[in-house]
């Protein structure tokens, strides 16, 4: 019985003791014993290299012997001693370096419960790399015994870190969430963006008594652009710390308090946050300024490169040292004799520049007096309104100039789509909003023009306007002129409208695009209606939404082309989403009514399409067409190049293609009469990454249309349009744990080149029209740091010209027939890659190459049965 008690008592006091230490601060025993000094071996190996073949790498390793001394403290608070002794560096190929004397200068850390409070450095190391690497020495000391998260301070950032125990022993240690001043700049469309997957962890052992033995601690970056799974580079730093066993004795301070000894020995107080660093100045035959640039890259910039791989790869060269060029050297390029005949292109390089110099340089170029210098003007415009970093100042300028009237009315067209759209990329910059300063002025202004305006060309480029701002307060003010407006005048706000995010839409709105949709007031344009239901399907109808959109292919509205939209739309949908296209089988199965064949196949000719432009090994891309029809002819087409990662997308290329008032030499079918009125007109709509620009007319009347007719002015290929813009443009930097910054960017430029060619007879009744869009695609990535110990880069860059070719064919010798053909000619994609390591020491870089090409085979697209069938009828005639 008695000994019965004693083991309970001791089961008690046990239990009891265990519990009390779920409360008190961990035991770490004999780690860092005042008095006492302790040596590791250490080592830092660093790689980069590529993504997709990560077992051929570039780097360095550095290795030390680390003495630390504890020269005051208690149990819990401790003030080590650091001493970096023996370092030696070599590369990857056993290249030999050598490392800067001040390392070796003794440092002090604050130790506090295995925390690292401060840090303290002799004023004579003024080296920011230096005292970055011992910080990331002192932070392999810093680490926690019991189980938990906590938050961390170390050369990494402020982290979430998580400590797991294997045994009494051994732990882990893994970061998250690390915050540190990263320099992020972005584009706001995702698929255009660059993505970083990190891992950061460590390993250690410590003694029974909580004395640290070993550590291992662990970075891993990849760096990936977002639409290119092939493009990327890595980046790997592993630390290890290992004990000695060999422990002496050292001297220790006897002053009361930290503060005494640090002031005791003139010492520097720091955190282990990482200090930035200045760029260093650039060495070797890989720096140029943007006069040695353009010299280089001149050839590449004529007119017959455009659309080419070589002109988009020479713009990204141009674009960074123009960011750093004085507003003379600019000059300089601009008014050089040799330069005449490339100013379009070098308005389109101030374009992407976007600094106040390049601005000030192009303005004096904004003439519009002839028909070149309007082009130049344009250029340059256009190249700004598509630019990731817009500046408040040019920003305030645009309005400036807006404010004025200009006698051209094209430059003053083109002016408010560059004022609107830049500002709406100013507006989805970090720390700004549609609510920040300069943005609530150029919304005022265009609203204001918008609702003086008294004649209709004037209200659709102010809507236009609306269009590239994209200010969600505007959306009722559309939403107006789209119920109210004229026929044109609701077509432009309908096109505005669809440009906005679906989540503005709530069921007020969707009621309204069901109005315009199914004509509830008043009749409205064909155009309208189908860009209401666009965003209707945009919205994902549920059951009942989507059978009340059938229900309309069963009503008497005579408009079979938008009967056929709706149908072709829908199959389009289905094709996307397998849930969608079992929700509109069941909606269709359920009504026998609807699901016959002269209510499910609609006379008409409009077509709706998706099909993949390029996947793995190239981009991954989409080609959209919508062609609605009238009266046999083409009344509004669309072919739009979109970008895609997972459910994100954005536009890379829409053309556009409109016509009026041409169903009168086609079709005399009465259910056409009332747009056979119109004036008769057509013409070109271009929007580049989602900014609309000026419109292109082809003419405006019968006799102009019969002018081109007879005098075969428009059997000629003509340019429509040329430019070379920023596709990418992305910078930012990441910490490591061992004091290192790396520094990530990734860029890209497309060129394009986009002519086309009509050719009619009245005679054969008959007409043809070609469309050619050649592109050229750089995309280019780095990841580069410059340490203590080397200068390393891993850079990447992939080209590509995929080019488009849309024709077709249309008789109305009889019944109105039209054959489209979408052909994607072959074309090559290639991949480089390249490592460059600069040791510390070493006079030569040493670099290596890799390359790979892939042949793309060309395609032409499938349309429909409808179109296959028409083009097996032409050309039998």
């Known amino acids: 019985m008695m000994m019965t008690e004693i083991k309970f008592s001791l089961l008690l006091v046990s239990l009891l003791s265990s519990i009390g230490s779920c409360y008190t ?38 290795r030390a012997t680390i003495a630390v001394g504890t020269v005051w403290g208690d149990d819990e608070t401790k003030l080590l001693k650091i001493t970096i002794s023996n370092p030696s560096l070599k590369s990857v190929g056993d290249i030999v370096g050598s490392v800067d004397e001040t390392a070796k200068t003794p440092f002090y850390a604050w ?90 962890s460590a390993d250690f052992t410590v003694s029974p008594e909580g004395a640290l033995q070993k550590m291992v601690s662990q970075d891993y970056v990849k760096y990936l652009l977002n639409v290119h799974e092939q493009l990327g580079a890595y980046y790997e730093s592993v630390m290890r710390l290992e004990v000695e066993g060999t422990v002496q004795k050292i001297d220790i301070h006897k002053s009361g308090n930290i503060e005494n000894i640090v002031k005791e020995l003139n010492l520097v107080s720091d955190t282990l946050l990482i200090n930035p660093e200045t760029s260093s100045k650039c060495e070797g035959a890989g720096c140029f300024g943007v006069i040695e640039l353009f010299k280089r890259n001149k050839k590449y910039l004529l007119n017959d490169k455009i659309g080419s791989a070589q002109s988009s790869s020479a713009l990204l060269e141009l674009v960074q040292a123009g960011r750093k060029a004085s507003m003379d050297d600019l000059s300089r390029i601009l008014k050089a004799k040799s330069s005449e005949e490339l100013k379009g292109q070098l308005m389109d390089f101030l374009g992407a520049v976007q600094t106040i110099s390049a601005h000030k340089v192009a303005k004096l170029e904004l003439k519009y007096g002839s028909d070149g210098e309007l082009l130049l003007a344009e250029r340059y415009l256009q190249a700004l309104a598509v630019g990731s970093r817009p500046q408040k100042e040019i920003i305030e300028d645009l309005l400036e100039m807006a404010r004025k009237e200009h006698s051209n009315p094209k430059f003053t067209d083109t002016l408010i789509q560059s004022l609107a759209s830049t500002t709406q990329r100013y507006a989805k910059l970090e720390g700004n909003t549609y609510d920040t300063d300069v943005v609530v002025k150029v919304r005022s202004f265009l609203t204001s ?9 004037c209200m659709l480029q102010y809507i236009r306007g609306l269009d590239n701002l994209k200010c969600p307060k505007t959306t009722d003010l559309l939403m ?59 919205l994902k109808p549920d059951s009942s939404e989507l059978a009340h959109l059938l229900q309309f292919l069963k009503s008497n509205d005579k408009a079979f082309e938008v009967k056929q939209y709706l149908v072709q739309k829908l199959r389009m949908s289905a094709t996307k989403c397998l849930a969608f296209a079992v929700d509109l089988r069941r909606a269709i199965e359920s009504d026998p009514a609807l699901n016959n064949y002269d209510v499910l196949v609609p006379k008409g000719l409009s077509t709706a399409l998706r099909r993949p432009f390029s996947s793995l090994p190239s981009f991954n891309a989409s080609l959209t067409s919508l062609q609605e029809m009238s009266g046999g002819v083409l009344k509004r087409g669309i072919v739009d190049l979109t970008l895609e990662v997972g459910d994100e997308s954005t536009s890379l290329f829409t053309l556009g293609l409109y016509a009026r008032g041409l169903s009168a030499f086609v079709s005399s079918n009465e259910e056409e009469s009332n747009e056979a009125e119109e004036e008769t007109t057509a013409g070109m709509e271009l929007a580049i990454q989602g900014t609309n620009m000026r419109p292109l007319e082809f003419f405006n009347g019968k006799g102009e249309l019969m002018g081109h007719v007879w005098s075969g002015t428009a059997s000629e290929p003509t340019a429509a349009y040329q430019a070379i813009t920023l596709l990418q443009d992305n910078e930012e930097q990441f910490h490591s744990h061992n004091g290192a910054t790396l520094n990530l960017g990734a860029t ?38 410059d340490t ?90």
């Open 25 to 62: 601060a961990p035991a770490f025993g004999d780690a860092f014993h005042v008095g006492t000094e302790e040596k590791f071996d250490f080592i830092n190996v660093v790689h980069v290299g590529n993504t997709k073949n990560a077992t051929v790498q570039t780097g360095y390793s550095i």
């Open 111 to 200: 130790w506090n419960l295995g925390r690292l409070r401060s840090i303290y450095f002799s004023p004579s190391v003024e080296s920011i790399s230096v005292r970055n690497f011992q910080k990331g020495i002192a932070a392999l000391f810093q680490y926690q015994l019991l189980d938990g998260l906590y938050e961390e301070e170390d050369p990494s950032g402020k982290c979430k870190t998580k400590y797991i125990s294997h045994s009494t022993t051994r732990y882990h240690k893994s970061k998250s969430d690390c915050y540190f001043n990263a320099k992020r700049l972005e584009r706001s469309e995702y698929p255009l963006r660059s993505s970083l997957k990190v891992s950061r």
């Open 449 to 457: 023009k918008l609702e003086a305006c008294s004649k209709e060309t």
């Open 480 to 538: 107006k002129l789209a119920l109210n407006g004229s026929r044109l005048v609701s077509v432009a706000a309908m096109k505005a409208l669809k440009a906005f995010s679906v989540y503005l839409w709530n069921d007020d709105f969707r009621s309204k695009f069901e109005e315009i949709f199914f004509q509830v007031s008043k009749s409205y344009d064909s155009s309208a209606r189908t860009l209401a239901l666009d965003i209707l399907l945009d």
């Open 748 to 785: 890209g430029a497309v060129s394009i080149d986009l002519n086309g060619q009509v050719t009619m007879s009245l005679w054969g009744r008959n007409a043809q029209s070609k469309v050619e869009q050649n592109i050229g695609i750089t995309m280019a990535g780095q990841l580069s740091l």
């Open 788 to 877: 203590l110990f080397a200068k390393l880069a891993a850079r990447f860059s992939s080209t590509q010209e995929p080019r488009l070719h849309l024709t077709s064919a249309l008789d109305f010798s009889g019944d109105p027939a039209l054959c489209m053909q979408l052909l994607q000619p072959s074309s090559q994609m290639k991949l480089k890659f390249v490592r460059e390591i600069l040791l510390a020491g070493s006079k030569q870089s040493v670099e290596r190459k890799t390359s790979r090409t892939y042949n793309l085979n060309g395609l032409t697209h499938a349309l429909n049965r409808k179109n296959n069938e028409m083009c097996n009828l032409i050309a039998k005639k």
